[in-house]
């Protein structure tokens, strides 16, 4: 799956690029998502690696940049991002994202803050995702 996660981070550089050109970072827009692999990767170096690009959870500190918890080896990293044009990251430079883990199954360790009522040590559990959010101004 890696050549499909490197062709589409280049797609998605290609549609930024036809919408606003080859400077694209003096832009407003913001690409967020679950890209479905962890850092490094190949397969999303040509999204990431833009200078027109900030993955701003990379404002927190390495071992709070999680969003995923995988079962399966009982381990956690970031799937999930949200990539600020250098004009909007510029703009709020001090402005820290939140990832919301209330969510995530009790089983996972490494979150030891509250959970909402009814989450369970694997389920129910609202994802194994954790929702990122910022506020920006623009």
């Known amino acids: 799956t890696m050549e499909r996660r490197k062709n589409q ?6 549609i930024i690029k036809n ?11 913001i690409v967020l998502g679950d ?9 999303l170096n040509p ?15 390495a ?19 949200l ?6 990251a510029t703009k709020n430079a001090t402005v820290l994202p939140k990832i919301i883990r ?5 089983k996972c360790t490494q979150y030891t803050g509250s959970r909402y009522s009814g989450v369970g040590n694997i ?7 954790c929702p990122v959010s910022i506020k920006i101004n623009l």
């Open 47 to 61: 999204l990431l690696s833009q200078p027109w690009l900030e993955n701003v959870l990379k404002r927190l500190p």
């Open 35 to 43: 890209l479905n692999d962890y850092l490094p990767s190949t397969g």
């Open 19 to 29: 919408k606003f050109g080859n400077n694209p970072g003096n832009e407003n827009f």
């Open 83 to 88: 990539l600020l044009s250098k004009k909007i």
């Open 123 to 129: 389920k129910p559990a609202a994802s194994d995702h």
């Open 9 to 14: 981070s280049e797609q998605v550089v290609k």
């Open 63 to 81: 071992k709070d940049q999680w969003t995923h918890w995988y079962d399966g080896d009982k381990s956690v990293a970031q799937l999930d991002y």
């Open 102 to 106: 209330k969510g995530i199954a009790k």
